[in-house]
């Protein structure tokens, strides 16, 4: 593998994607990082912006197989093979189960599981050539410590951590590592919905006393996706501030 590593983040117009983004263009000068967005471009294209040469926009819906082969093969086209993957993209949409619709059900389970199945067999095809990869899941504190009235995501995030597991005993002899990541409350990414009195009693509940802030999750991708963790795959990393 060269030196310059080709990254994809999807859900890069959110919080936490536009900072993991960040921080791979800050730390490393001769990646390039490829912004995977749907609708929702002005904050990835701002940044995109700011890093001319270096990041790109990348239109993406995550859970079209055919989106993923194509978005693979244009960064291979323009920058040379896939090295790292992010599978950042996904969204709540919480009920109790009692009166949760298919339609529901069916969306969360698409956006948080079946994408990542479909970015990771994607991605997969460049780094098999190259016997070289890295893939970091974002699942979510919800897999494995799950609240009421999430069933469809916990079950779509606990699915992701088996994915992740699963796949890296499949690719531990051929220098591709997988790992999923399983933060906790973010900061400037509340819960929809939530008024400021459940935002205060969930930071009191938390032992840290305060919510994560994006750049620290973005600091232990950014360690995941690098040589020196070489023999780190098939991890769930919590970073919860001691919650569970």
Sequence with gaps: MSDQRRILITGANGVLGCVVARHFLERDPDCRVFLGVREKRDDAEALASC?????FLCPLEVTRADDWQEAVARIEAEAGPLSVLVNNAGCHDDALLAH????????VL???LNAVFLGCQA???????ERWGRIINIASLSALHPPAGQTNYAAAKAGVIGLTQSLAKETARLGITVNALCPGHIEGAPPAGWSVEQLQAARRQTPMRRFARP???AAVVFFLASREASYMTGAALKLDGALV
Aim: hydrophobic share 40%.
């Design 51 to 55: 890093h001319a040469g270096r990041a």
């Design 100 to 107: 949760m619709t298919g339609g529901q059900w069916a969306r």
């Design 110 to 112: 698409d956006a948080n």
């Design 123 to 129: 991605a997969l095809q460049p780094m098999l050539r």
């Design 215 to 217: 750049e620290e999750i």
